[in-house]
Nanobody, 119 residues
Framework: QVQLVESGGGLVQPGGSLTLACAAS????????MAWYRQAPGTQRELVAA???????THADSVKGRFTISRDTVKDMVYLQMNSLEPEDTAVYYC?????????????WGQGTQVTVSS
């Protein structure tokens, strides 16, 4: 059973920084894509950033220039460096691993970590 475990969330003041980490129970290179999503109360889960097995990255427009996704393929970890945090970034952040399958990709999700940006 694949496990993804997020850590690093917490309470931070506006303008502050946090680094989220996602630990995978198997090689992250076995996933087609590793990604960070977030979900605020009353909203749909949205993509924040993603990194492909080939190392290509993408970031949502709302976080470009402030957040950076990265990975450590030796430790099987994926990170989300978050700078210049805003109250609008408050949400539960989830790590997702998309597995290649013959017909339809399969998504594994972590349990989420809360990020609260408030003074």
């Amino acid at each position: 059973q694949v496990q993804l475990v997020e850590s690093g969330g917490g309470l931070v003041q506006p303008g502050g920084s946090l680094t989220l980490a996602c630990a995978a129970s198997r090689s992250i290179l076995s996933f087609n894509v590793m990604a960070w999503y977030r979900q605020a109360p009353g909203t749909q889960r949205e993509l924040v950033a993603a990194i492909t097995s080939g190392g290509f990255t993408t970031h949502a427009d709302s976080v470009k220039g402030r957040f950076t996704i990265s990975r450590d393929t030796v430790k099987d970890m994926v990170y989300l460096q978050m700078n210049s945090l805003e109250p609008e970034d408050t949400a539960v952040y989830y790590c997702k691993g998309q597995e290649r399958r013959p017909l339809v990709p399969y998504d594994y999700w972590g349990q989420g970590t809360q990020v609260t940006v408030s003074s």
